[in-house]
């Protein structure tokens, strides 16, 4: 299996389907809660507001708005964050989606009650 540097990744690249080392879906994206975020929200661990870090095109984001969250979908692919909107428009969902580079200030200190890994805190430095 192909592997990659994440610090040069062209995360757009990826999830356009367009990375030659990574052709079409990104493995993480299973469509659906990942199962050990699945077991903790039926723990009742979660607290509002909630921050997706790289939350991508919005699998975790959009599961937990569906359950009455409010959360926030935070990735650096800007073309992630497109899907993840269009992919809230289609189901009616609401939730914030921004693109952010998460090693620097977002404009969020002191506002999230729960922060989820989005397979992105390995990244930053």
Known sequence: MPTFNVNTVDWDELYNGEASYAPG???????????E???????RRFR???L??????GVTTLALAEKGYDVVGLDLSASAIEQAKHAAADRGLTAEFGVADLSKKTGY????????????FHCLP
Do not use: K, M
């Open 25 to 35: 879906n990104p493995g993480w994206n299973i469509g659906e809660l990942q199962p």
């Open 37 to 43: 975020l699945a077991a903790l929200e039926r723990q």
């Open 48 to 50: 509002s507001p909630v």
């Open 52 to 57: 997706d870090s790289g939350c991508g095109v």
């Open 109 to 120: 200190d002191s506002y999230f009650g729960t922060v989820v890994d989005g397979l992105v």
